[in-house]
């Protein structure tokens, strides 16, 4: 596993990030503890290994994270990033299923960039129910429901595209969110052409009758 380093001076020493290094120190503070998450546990994981791997100190860590819980929400939002992005492009008066069908193409690509995402919250369940607990996972939560059941509300779609939109929708999710290490050895490529697969055997019927 490569170790992410700080600044190295002339010495050969390393010094701390500073604040102007800002968003990028916190994604390769995120990148790292994702790796190690994964690899060996969320509970045999401490801050301290996190910020050796980044040749930083504790104290750099706790600038951008007041916790090791506050890392595993950080990537826990990431995911639902994803969702989000995916819903917020859905034009009520504009959605067809070739939209859909194109959505969901793209939610695949994104979803498939960061199936390392997907292996930690399977390898790390305890931990992430753990989660649930907080507020800021609820609204994120709530606004997902919100934005899908708003979608599937749309009358501008008859009620068995909207079903069959629904089917499609949860067979990404649980093609790649809920089966955690089951595909973890299928190729992006290979698992990217079956879950498109999946969805146009569910979509295709609807738009031949």
Same mark, same amino acid.
């Given at each position: ?24 120190? *916190? !994604? ?9 998450? +994964? ?10 290994? #996190? ?14 994270? !007041? ?11 990431? =995911? ?9 492009? #859905? ?11 194109? =959505?969901?193409? @793209?939610? #695949? ?5 960061? *199936?390392? =995402? ?7 369940? +305890? ?13 994120? @939560?709530? &606004?997902? !429901? ?8 749309? !009358?501008?779609?008859?009620?068995? &595209?909207?079903? *069959?939109?629904?089917?499609?929708? $949860?067979?990404? #999710? ?17 698992? $990217?052409?079956?879950?498109?697969? +999946? ?11």
């Amino acid at each position: 596993m490569a170790k992410l380093q700080g600044h190295a001076r002339n010495d050969g020493t390393v010094t701390e990030p500073s604040p102007s290094d800002g968003a990028g120190t *916190r !994604e390769r503070i995120l990148d790292i503890s994702l790796e190690l998450f +994964t690899t060996q546990g969320y509970e045999k994981t401490s801050l301290r290994e #996190i910020a050796e791997q980044l040749g930083f100190s504790k104290a750099a860590i706790y600038y951008h994270f !007041e916790s090791k819980e506050a890392i595993l929400m950080a990537l826990h939002l990431r =995911l639902h990033a994803l969702g989000l992005d995916a819903l917020r492009n #859905i034009d009520r008066e504009t959605m067809t299923l070739e939209v859909w069908s194109t =959505l969901l193409d @793209h939610l #695949i690509d994104q979803m498939l960039s960061h *199936r390392a =995402l997907f292996i930690l919250h399977e390898r790390n369940r +305890t931990a992430f129910e753990a989660l649930h607990h907080d507020e800021r996972h609820e609204s994120e @939560h709530d &606004d997902i !429901e919100s934005l899908f059941r708003a979608a599937l509300a749309n !009358e501008n779609l008859p009620l068995k &595209d909207r079903v *069959r939109v629904a089917c499609a929708f $949860g067979s990404v #999710i649980v093609g790649l969110v809920m089966t955690g290490d089951a595909f973890a050895d299928v190729p992006d490529m290979e698992l $990217g052409e079956m879950l498109r697969g +999946t969805v146009r055997d569910i979509l295709i019927p609807a738009r031949s009758e």
